[in-house]
């Protein structure tokens, strides 16, 4: 399983944006793109799709920007990434709209795919965004790169 490169875009924007919560004014997608890295074009998409989930509030005008719309804690890895990429399903076998499975008739694992879905969905909605905000150090010799964890 491996998640898009938007998705990804998002989770890094939104723990940006999560470790200036409580400080003054309202972020823009320009300086978060300077500071992640996410190409601005991309991180002006992000923005509006995160606003669109309810898990940005965004202003216009003078001062305007956006902000979470909630607490750090209170926001999920499971809620930036449906938000980027609709709801976390490992296979297209569980939307009832798609018959397009070649075994689709006689397959014995599909009734099984929701619990599985659920349980990557909870795994993924126990990690919040503030714990992704709060640096970790490893042990030395242990660091290990961004790239190479993805």
């Not at 965004?58 to 750090?72: D, I, N």
């Not at 640096?135 to 790239?147: E, F, N, R, W």
Request: contains cysteine; aromatic residues 2%.
């Amino acid at each position: 399983m491996r998640l898009s490169s938007l998705a990804d875009y998002a989770v890094v924007m939104m723990t940006a944006a999560a470790r200036h919560c409580g400080g003054a004014g309202r972020l823009n997608a320009t300086l978060l793109a300077e500071e992640t890295g996410v190409p601005l074009p991309t991180a002006q998409k992000l923005v509006s799709r995160l606003s669109a989930a309810g898990l940005l509030e965004s202003a216009r005008g003078t001062g305007g920007g956006f902000r979470l719309s909630r607490p750090p804690s209170s926001i999920s890895l499971a809620d930036v990434i449906e938000a980027v990429e609709g709801p976390i399903a490992l296979t297209t076998c569980v939307d009832e709209a798609r018959h397009d499975c070649a075994i689709e008739g006689s397959c014995r694992v599909k009734p099984h795919w929701n619990i599985v879905n659920a349980a990557v969905r909870g795994a993924l909605a126990g990690v919040s965004l503030a714990h992704l905000a709060h640096d970790v150090k490893a042990p030395v010799g242990h660091q290990t790169k961004i790239a190479e964890i993805a």
